[in-house]
């Protein structure tokens, strides 16, 4: 038997909007379990229902793991402000982040004229 292909467009019919979200929330909390048992991978995913109930998995601790992203996300926006030094790309992004803001603060130094700071 073959299915056809799932349109992506709102469920109209309630009931069957809250069978399918409950069947996906449960395909995707059980692919996010697989992906961290079978690559040793750092997950977290968090679902919220149309009602504001919370669904969440994450294969360790779900704060330090949100905690990793802002770091992430705050590193990279760090570099795109101007430019990006291409050589910081080699080691883990936790790492260069004292770097990259050492950087930063002598960049936005010259800029201001102070050349004494840096």
Do not use: W
């Amino acid at each position: 038997m073959v299915r056809g292909k799932t349109q992506m467009k709102r469920i109209e019919n309630a009931a069957s909007r809250q069978v399918t979200f409950s069947k996906r929330r449960n395909g995707l909390l059980k692919k996010a379990f697989e992906l961290s048992v079978l690559c040793d991978a750092e997950v977290a995913l968090i679902i919220f229902s149309t009602r504001g109930k919370l669904y969440e998995f994450s294969s360790s601790r779900l704060a330090p793991c949100i905690g990793k992203y802002y770091e992430y996300i705050a590193y990279f926006r760090l570099c795109s402000r101007r430019h990006h030094f291409g050589f910081l790309f080699i080691t883990p992004f936790r790492h260069r982040l004292p770097l990259v803001l050492e950087l930063r603060r002598k960049e936005d130094a010259i800029a201001r004229g102070d050349r004494d700071s840096v």
